[in-house]
């Protein structure tokens, strides 16, 4: 059997099969005829494909749905789906822990038609350059194959290949829109070509692309992006009485329309301005102060979202929950409780997942080698390292609801948080309520009332630019939520050449604008920082920017000469 022209959709039902069937029960080998050995050796070995395959692809998809889904169109609608299938799939493994109790409120007509929509604004008219779809990457040294070299052999099996520069996206761990050394698998990622003469050459896609990486916003179409939001903010300008998309949430087409939503908040989201906030309340408060969020309160923003502390004890951005038009009369313990259950059904759940991949890795390892399958050590040594796409898929769910890396110390960590304080645990966890209203606080803090009942006072709000922060001249940022927990020595660290702000529409950093000194202040407007520059003069921000320098990668792009250069290998026979 050639390993390498095995299909990935007979790998994907193998590891179906290898998860269901009792291999505990296989007979001794020298009850085999000779006549069924080679077919017996020929099903184990393929059971041993499918897992490291599904091991593979479950990492390169990062969700077991995606890998047995041809739904999955690409990142522009992959939050809406998700999102969305949560109320088609409520107990699916990848989507069936950390969810909001909304999940369940549409009926099936309505998601039906909701999945629609969000085809509207994704699938059919998408927002990625064609070159997103292509199986080859353009480099410096030519058009290459990408593949995930797990096992650090050069993906000797076939398992790793990606089918579409789109699944580059998944690698972004850090959500900052480059791919490069920064993110998880990054130095797992190879790339395959051909000379001239026809050998294959294999190299890192660090090497290809000069160690700067890939801008993936070079994959998006801008006005395709802007075109379709536009006909979303048409559709609900003018709603139709007999369509979804008077009741359902905007949020929802909004985010299965912008590929930007893809990338990590602090990449996108800016302070809210206070003339945005006072404008906001102006319009829309009651007589008591509070604002009900619905989408004509929302109209004037494409998301919000607030700071946050994970189980990790670093703040970051959490983006409000699109909302539904459903009532809950919880408290704060029983949102708690519900937290609380959610992660125990995870965590017992994740348990049993690991005990049983753990006996069907040694279960298959062993009749691997008493048939006598070709190569048995080379799988056996692979299946020891191995995970299910189950395991992959709940890991990849761990670290987003917690901010936390997934190991078995950190699954312990976040269960002792509940079991000696539920309450603030349930706060760091994800949300998993939506906010349904808000008021501001005289004090100028905010109040935000979530349809779980509870309640909770925050002291700055977020915008969604729906884009990356980047000025005219490609100065990217993030906002660098860590500063507002630093002390003076700590913030006078910093690196005044990578983190600056905004002045007007331009970001500089802390060392061109002649800064030698940061001070925070705590105010009813929230964290501000004063800087001292080297004039003794003193400027103020609301927000320190962590900084980085699109364009000048571009300068990095290395010069390959003609005898360097990679081709795709060309069937002589076609």
Do not use: C
Not at 1 to 29: A, C, F, H, R
Not at 68 to 75: L, T
Not at 342 to 355: A, L, P
Request: zero cysteines.
């Amino acid at each position: 059997m050639n390993i390498t022209s095995i299909d990935k959709n007979s790998m994907i039902k193998s590891v179906n099969l290898s998860l269901n069937l009792n291999i505990q029960g296989v007979t001794n080998k020298l009850t085999i005829s000779e006549n069924e050995l080679p077919q017996k050796q020929a099903k184990l070995k393929q059971m041993a494909l499918g897992l490291l395959s599904a091991h593979a692809q479950t990492n390169i998809t990062k969700s077991y749905d995606n890998l047995i889904s041809s739904d999955f169109q690409g990142p522009s609608n992959f939050k809406a789906l998700q999102r969305v299938k949560k109320a088609i799939n409520y107990e699916k493994f990848g989507n069936a822990y950390f969810k909001s109790p909304n999940s369940l409120i549409f009926s099936n007509s309505e998601i039906t038609r909701t999945l629609d929509l969000s085809y509207k604004f994704s699938t059919k008219k998408d927002t990625l350059t064609p070159s997103t779809h292509s199986s080859t990457l353009s480099t410096a040294y030519g058009d290459v194959k990408v593949f995930l070299d797990l096992y650090d052999d050069n993906d000797k099996l076939g398992i790793g290949g990606l089918t579409s520069n789109v699944l580059l996206f998944n690698f972004d761990s850090n959500g900052d829109g480059m791919l490069n050394g920064s993110d998880e698998l990054y130095s797992k990622l190879k790339v395959r070509g051909y000379d001239k003469t026809g050998n294959e050459k294999i190299m890192s896609l660090a090497d290809v692309t000069g160690g700067i990486g890939i801008d993936l916003t070079k994959f998006i179409d801008n006005n395709a992006v802007n075109k379709s939001l536009k006909e979303i903010d048409k559709m609900y300008k003018q709603p139709d009485k007999n369509s979804i998309n008077e009741t359902v949430d905007k949020r929802i087409f909004y985010y299965s329309s912008n590929p930007y939503t893809n990338f990590s908040a602090e990449n996108h989201y800016e302070k809210l301005s206070n003339e945005s906030i006072d404008k906001f309340f102006d319009t829309y408060a009651n007589k008591d102060g509070w604002v009900s969020l619905n989408n004509q309160t929302m109209s004037g923003f494409n998301n919000l979202a607030y700071e946050k502390m994970g189980f990790d004890g670093k703040l970051r951005l959490s983006e409000f929950n699109y909302i539904s038009d459903v009532n809950y009369s919880k408290d704060h313990d029983s949102y708690s409780a519900y937290q609380k259950d959610s992660f125990m059904k995870f965590y017992n759940d994740y348990q049993i997942e690991e005990d049983f991949h753990i006996q069907n890795v040694a279960t298959l390892s062993r009749n691997l080698k008493e048939y006598g399958v070709e190569g048995a050590d080379e799988l056996i040594s692979k299946l020891s390292v191995s995970k299910s796409s189950f395991m992959i898929a709940m890991q990849n769910e761990f670290e987003k609801a917690t901010g936390l890396k997934f190991s078995t110390q950190n699954l312990e960590k976040v269960k002792r948080a509940f079991e000696t304080d539920a309450n603030k645990a349930a706060a760091s966890l994800s949300d998993s309520d939506s906010v349904i209203a808000m008021k501001r606080n005289t004090n100028g803090t905010y109040t935000l009332r979530f349809d779980s009942g509870r309640e909770l006072i925050v002291t700055e709000l977020y915008s969604d630019t729906g884009k990356l922060l980047e000025d005219e001249n490609g100065v990217r940022a993030s906002v660098n939520l860590d500063a507002k927990n630093m002390d003076e020595i700590e913030l006078n660290t910093l690196d005044f050449s990578t983190v600056g702000i905004k002045q007007g529409e331009k970001f500089q950093t802390l060392k061109e604008l002649g800064v030698n000194f940061i001070k925070s202040v705590l105010n009813k407007y929230g964290t501000q920082f004063l800087l001292t520059l080297n004039d003794n003069k003193t400027i103020s921000s609301k927000e320190l920017y962590n900084l980085s320098f699109a364009k000048d990668l571009e300068k990095h792009i290395p010069k390959i000469d003609e005898k360097d250069k990679l081709y795709q290998k060309v069937d002589k026979r076609a």
